[in-house]
């Protein structure tokens, strides 16, 4: 007998997998967690139900999040990430020899625990690494005591919906200003452009209002997640990725990616009409 795993992305349309076998089911203080071997996208990570992290396409999502921030930045050194407790997003900023300490704070310890056990291509560096420190705390409280100390803020969230409701808020991101260093650069995830504009419209009001004057979304392909097409937002007071790109840092270090390219990261910001539309008029 076939058993399949399905995402509903809206109550018509979704995401269908092929299960060889379900590896874990656990529940923690703050969601459902579940890991599935899958035939097409390998290991597949669920948080209350929805997909977080595959194997296979993993990659894509946890690059963008990270390297455009981290090229546009001259000399990023401290870096905080929320949530992303597969560690994904911690691979990818290590790659950038210049970072002397990352941050990851998530607010589940069973998620960073599951990803160690299920996921060791993903968290490879969450053991072991002295410039990595790991802390299970909720993201908003460890800011509020870590004042003006980040270069790059990384907000690797799951949807506005359960306990990352107050990561898209104007609150939170008053908060991520205080803890950036005067020239940070705030990243977070911003859902699918296809079917959640109105959340994108909304972080971009919210964002405006907590008072970082430049912000700009970027897009890429994400198989697995609802609709393919994904987004990032990225937020500063100073550094603007529609001139701020220095090609010479591009060509001075370039890091090991799949997806990422030094073009993408350029054509990553050049949004589709209807986004532009929705978003900016
Ligand atoms: N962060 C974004 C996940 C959003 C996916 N949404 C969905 N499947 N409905 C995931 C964390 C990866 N480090």
Not at 51 to 63: G, K, N, P
Not at 110 to 139: Q, W, Y
Request: aromatic residues 12%.
């Amino acid at each position: 007998m076939d058993l399949w795993y399905t995402e509903f992305h809206t109550p018509n349309a979704g995401l269908k997998l092929k299960v060889k076998e379900t590896l874990f089911v656990g529940r923690s203080n703050y969601q459902t967690i579940e890991v599935l071997d899958t035939y097409e996208y390998g290991r597949v990570l669920l948080l209350d139900g929805l997909v977080m992290t595959s194997d296979r396409d993993e990659h894509i999502y946890h690059e963008m999040i990270t390297h455009p921030a981290l090229y546009l930045h001259p000399a990023p050194k401290n870096v905080l990430i929320i949530g992303g407790g597969d560690g994904g997003a911690v691979r990818e900023v290590v790659k950038h020899g210049g970072v002397e300490r990352v941050v990851l704070c998530e607010i589940d310890g069973l998620v960073i625990e599951t990803c160690k056990k299920f996921f060791p291509r993903v968290a490879s560096e969450l053991n072991g690494n002295d410039r990595v420190a790991v802390v299970v705390d909720d993201g908003t409280e460890y800011m509020g005591r870590n004042i003006s100390i980040f270069d790059i803020l990384i907000v690797d969230s799951t949807d506005p919906i359960g306990p990352a409701e107050g990561l898209f808020k104007e609150d939170f991101y008053k908060k991520c200003l205080a803890a950036l260093r005067p020239d940070g650069i705030l990243v977070a995830q911003s859902e699918s452009p296809f079917y959640n504009i109105n959340i994108i419209k909304e972080m971009h009001r919210n964002l405006r209002e907590a008072g970082f004057p430049v912000i700009n979304f970027y897009i890429g392909a994400i198989p697995t997640y609802p609709s393919g097409l994904w987004s990032w937002v990225m937020a500063s007071k100073k550094y603007d990725p529609s001139k701020d790109f220095d090609p010479a840092r591009f060509a001075a270090h370039r890091v090991n990616a799949k997806y990422f390219t030094d073009e993408i990261c350029r054509a990553a910001f050049m949004l589709p009409a209807f986004f532009k539309e929705a978003v900016f008029t």
